[in-house]
């Protein structure tokens, strides 16, 4: 499958980003993960149907209510098999 590499910027820490993705991945039937980094931007890797993949972009690019997305940055990878949707 298909799999993006997103690093989001702005305030996306401590404002349920993580735990919206992870609705939004489910909902499109994405697998991967959002994890935090240590300099405040989220990580989301996906795999899925590049339809999928494109409306998980848009969705990051709004976030929650509560969010403020700056940036987000878009890295295609090599295709990987990934199960579930976890947020860490």
């Known amino acids: 499958m298909p799999t993006v590499r997103f690093i989001v910027s702005g305030r996306v820490q401590g404002v349920f980003y993580r735990a919206s993705t992870r609705e939004q991945a489910l909902a499109l039937v994405l697998a991967g993960h959002a994890r935090n980094l240590p300099d405040g931007r989220v990580e989301v890797l996906a795999s899925g149907s590049a339809d999928a993949l494109d409306a998980l972009e848009r969705w990051l690019r709004r976030g929650p209510p509560a969010a403020q997305v ?7 990878l090599p295709e990987q098999e990934l199960r579930g949707f976890h947020t860490g």
Request: glycine residues 0%; negative net charge.
């Open 70 to 76: 700056e940036a987000v940055n878009r890295e295609d």
